[in-house]
């Protein structure tokens, strides 16, 4: 169990988005987010819990473990909504990866109806300013498979740094292997400054 000094906020809103937990009911709203974003994720997201949702019941039931693992300070799945249509526009996932330096690792996806806009982007500096200004963490760390360029470039424009290539270090379910490249940012780099409050 992680320390119950990691007070994730139970909201984050920026100018165009509300970032928060999953509540109950929300369940069906992940399932419809699942069939319309199989065939987008399932290249780069295999193991992505969203992917393995076989009907609404079974994504409340996903919900009601997401919730424990919030509670006990584990891990934290935001789902990204739209202000004005309150849509599933993608989630972002914090974990705490050591408590005394402090540093977290972050990762996130985007819905396929609501890529291009800037949604992801726009989530995930309005979290690393959280991350740094609210939970005072060091470090945050990501990374993502070499070949999904729409990723490793949003980390850079949101002001991650390229530390390292893992060749060859996973294999896809055809047979070949694919890297993946590890992102670092320090609360000393220039993070940018989304226009974002935190309630």
Not at 87 to 99: L, Y
Not at 112 to 121: A, E, L, N, P
Not at 142 to 151: G, K, L, M, T, V
């Amino acid at each position: 169990m992680q320390s119950p000094s990691v007070d994730i906020p139970d909201q984050i809103q920026t100018q165009r988005l509300i970032l928060h937990p999953y509540h109950q009911g929300d369940g069906p709203t992940l399932y419809a987010a699942k069939l319309r974003n199989q065939e987008h994720l399932t290249p780069y997201e295999s193991e992505n819990f969203l992917l393995h949702i076989q009907d609404n019941n079974h994504a409340e039931t996903i919900i009601k473990e997401l919730s424990k693992a919030w509670v006990e300070r584990n891990y934290f799945f935001f789902g990204i909504f739209e202000k004005d249509s309150n849509d599933w526009a993608g989630q972002v996932f914090i974990e705490s990866t050591n408590r005394d330096l402090p540093e977290f690792s972050i990762g996130f996806i985007a819905d396929v109806d609501h890529q291009r806009m800037g949604y992801i982007t726009e989530a995930v500096r309005a979290v690393t300013r959280m991350l740094f200004e609210t939970l005072g963490a060091h470090r945050i760390q990501a990374d993502c498979n070499e070949n999904n360029d729409r990723s490793w470039l949003l980390l850079e424009r949101c002001g991650f740094k390229r530390e390292g290539h893992l060749r060859e270090n996973k294999i896809d379910k055809n047979g070949s292997y694919h890297g993946d490249y590890i992102y670092g940012m320090l609360k000393s780099d220039r993070y940018p400054e989304p226009d974002n409050h935190l309630s």
